[in-house]
């Protein structure tokens, strides 16, 4: 047990002398025109719901196959237990990729988690989030793409 604290407080101070060049960046923040948003997709996860958002604009731009560009902000809302317990949010900028090392890029986006008052939230790390939907490379590391391209509004 000792060398097992002794091991803690040496990675404790390993991080603390050598801050990490790299994972501590995230500009995702919550859109601003949230009341413009529409809901596009919802899903049943059982213990959690969510309603996914998008601008408008961005759902067209899904439609017509095109990429989403830089400023495109995304937002899933999950709720439990009947009421609404956070926000994910992905948001998109220019080189925002190069924030984080080639392995953990997910393109330019950030993700962050938000409270339903729309503050930072950080009990889920980006991190997770980013190594979740770097298996969606092919769909520019979105889950909704499709929901987004059949969405008739
Ligand atoms: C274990 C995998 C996983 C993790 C971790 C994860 N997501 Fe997702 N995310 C998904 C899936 C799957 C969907 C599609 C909705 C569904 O199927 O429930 C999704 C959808 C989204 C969407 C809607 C746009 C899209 O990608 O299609 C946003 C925004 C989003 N997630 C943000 C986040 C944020 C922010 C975090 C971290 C705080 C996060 N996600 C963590 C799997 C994950």
């Not at 091991?7 to 990490?20: G, Q, T, Y």
């Not at 393109?107 to 729309?118: K, L, S, V």
Request: charged content about 20%.
């Amino acid at each position: 047990m000792l060398v097992h604290r002794v091991a803690l407080v040496a990675i404790a101070l390993l991080a603390c002398s050598f801050p990490p060049a790299f994972g501590q960046t995230n500009r995702a923040t919550f859109p601003k025109a949230f009341d413009r948003y529409v809901l596009y997709a919802t899903y049943d996860r059982g213990f959690a719901k969510e309603e996914a958002f998008a601008l408008p604009e961005t759902l067209a731009l899904a439609k017509a196959g095109k990429p989403l560009p830089p400023g495109t902000q995304l937002v899933l809302g999950i709720w439990r237990a009947r009421q609404l317990a956070e926000y994910f949010v992905m948001e998109k900028g220019v080189n925002w990729g190069a924030d984080f090392p080639a392995d953990v890029r997910t393109g330019d986006w950030h993700f962050q988690q938000f409270d339903t008052t729309r503050q930072v939230m950080r009990t889920a790390f980006a991190e997770r989030c980013q190594s979740c939907h770097s298996s969606q490379s092919r769909d520019d590391y979105l889950f909704t793409i499709d929901r987004m391209r059949t969405y008739i509004p």
